[in-house]
């Protein structure tokens, strides 16, 4: 199979502090992990995509110096939420893709991340 | 530029029947991935079923089959014998290249 975890699987947190949210492929190497946020009742928003060694690309509209996204390796991406406010919670979904692109590869995705900010 | 369209916000099927759930797309490349993902409550996204642009065969996996019609561009999943665990939300979703995108869904509903 192709296993993703994510951790944390919630979290709630004050205004301005930082969160860090990690995707782990556990059974295979991703070089393609991508970040998703979701609002309740809609679907998945594309945030940012990350490759192994490189820089995220971020989708227009969302803020690189707020959701900075490291993929150190070809099994780890994390997302860090920088001094979160209110309007940052919602639901993160991250997915990890097997090979380095193609139409026909499946994206895996983790179980997701409730963020609340107080 | 690409597009998915689900235009069922919601569906109500009797338990053991089958039900189709709508998804078209636009795309202008001639290489492109069809998916369809379940979404539970607990928000998890669960690969369901896939179609390559050039497949000839309809795809299918266990209950789930996908009727793809490419001269319609729709690409609709068909759930054989429901059951009460598939009261969820489907996504159907198009990959072209690199990127992916996802329909607003559909949220089925299995009635007892």
């Known amino acids: 199979g192709a296993v993703v975890s994510q951790h944390p699987s919630w979290v709630i947190c004050k205004s301005g502090t930082s969160v860090k949210i990690e995707c782990r492929s556990l059974d295979f190497q991703a070089t393609t992990m991508f970040w998703y946020r979701q609002f309740p009742k809609q679907s998945l928003m594309l945030m940012a995509t990350s490759n192994e060694g490189s820089k995220a690309t971020y989708e227009q509209g969302v803020e690189k110096d707020k959701f900075l996204i490291n993929h150190a390796s070809l099994t780890l991406s994390t997302l860090t939420v920088t001094s979160a406010h209110p309007e940052d919670s919602s639901f993160y979904i991250c997915?990890?893709?097997?090979?380095?692109?193609?139409?026909?590869?499946?994206?895996?995705f983790g179980p997701g991340t409730r963020l609340t900010v107080l | 530029a690409q597009k998915i369209t689900q235009t069922q916000p919601g569906m109500f099927v009797q338990e053991k029947e089958a039900v189709t759930l709508d998804c078209t797309y636009d795309t202008s490349d001639p290489s492109y991935g069809l998916f369809w993902y379940k979404q539970p409550s607990s928000g998890e996204m669960i690969f369901l079923i896939y179609?390559?642009?050039?497949?000839?065969q309809n795809a299918t996996e266990g209950r789930y089959s996908l009727n793809f019609q490419k001269a319609r561009k729709s690409a609709n999943l068909v759930i054989s014998a429901s059951q009460l665990g598939d009261s969820a939300m489907y996504f159907c979703?198009?990959?072209?290249?690199?990127?992916?995108?996802f329909g607003a869904g559909t949220r089925l509903f299995v009635k007892a």
């Open positions: 979703a198009m990959t072209g290249g690199f990127k992916t995108i």
């Open positions: 179609q390559g642009s050039y497949d000839q």
């Open positions: 997915s990890a893709r097997k090979s380095s692109g193609g139409y026909t590869d499946t994206q895996y």
